[in-house]
């Protein structure tokens, strides 16, 4: 792949990560990203991972748990109402996600980082 082409692709996948970071919190998925951006969800897919070994869903994933978890350090909000602000409309996709994640639950994860 030539040098500008790649640079080309680089600041497109900057802009779909910028694009992540911004709107992590609304309740958007691939699709959505993919539409914005006027690619198919597979295309979108494999521009991504090739570009940094993520998928958008993954990258998606990372914003909200690491949101939620600087939340759960720094607020007294309740682990519904992380998840919520987050993006997360369903608590036990959150919760599992979160657990699969950090390898606990979101509360033990709260009392293990305050008592550090």
């Known amino acids: 792949m030539k040098k500008q082409s790649k640079l080309c692709v680089h600041n497109q996948v900057q802009s779909i990560l910028q694009f992540i970071a911004t709107h992590y919190y609304q309740s958007i ?27 958008v869903n993954q990258w998606i994933i990372e914003h909200r748990l690491a949101q939620a978890s600087c939340l759960l350090r720094e607020t007294n909000q309740t682990v519904n109402q992380i998840a919520e602000t987050v993006g997360y409309q369903n608590i036990n996709y959150f919760f599992r996600q979160f657990r699969h994640h950090y390898g606990t639950t979101p509360q033990i994860w709260r009392e293990s980082q305050r008592t550090t």
């Open 29 to 55: 998925s691939l699709c959505d990203v993919a539409k914005t951006f006027g690619y198919s969800p597979a295309y979108l897919t494999d521009l991504v991972r090739r570009e940094t070994g993520q998928t």
